[in-house]
């Protein structure tokens, strides 16, 4: 599968802070209540990648995974990660840095559907 996360310049910027004070990390996006629709940061070793995570990709050399059952709902999106101004998730890495990280999206084209219809 191709790469369907990408970053903005300010992501890589902050993720590049984020990697030198933590080591590497790991984003997990989950479909889950609260936090769930940011990405969350954290470092390689603290997060277990579930049987149903899927990897999109990679941002600034460091993975990227969707939980199983929000893939199938965004399978045809692509993600774009972004900075903004505010508090990360209460457990990601981005938190206490008034800067978090956002997800944006892309509808891609359905594989095998036309665009006529």
């Known amino acids: 599968m191709a790469d369907k ?17 933590h080591g590497p990390v ?4 989950s479909g889950g209540c609260c936090d ?3 990405p969350m940061c954290y470092p390689q070793g603290d997060f277990i990648i579930g049987d149903a995570d ?3 990709g990679h941002i600034g050399g460091m993975p990227f995974y969707i939980g199983g059952p929000q893939y199938e709902m965004w399978k045809h999106t692509d993600l774009i990660i972004d900075v903004v101004s505010g508090r990360g998730g209460m457990f990601s ?3 206490g840095r008034e800067r978090r990280f ?12 036309d665009a006529a219809e």
């Open 5 to 21: 996360v990408i970053a903005t310049p300010a992501a890589l910027g902050l993720l590049e802070e984020i990697v030198a004070d």
């Open 102 to 113: 956002l997800t944006r999206s892309e509808v891609c084209a359905v594989p095998g559907g």
């Open 36 to 38: 769930g629709s940011s």
């Open 54 to 56: 899927v990897l999109l």
């Open 26 to 29: 790991l984003f997990h996006q």
């Open 93 to 95: 890495l981005d938190n």
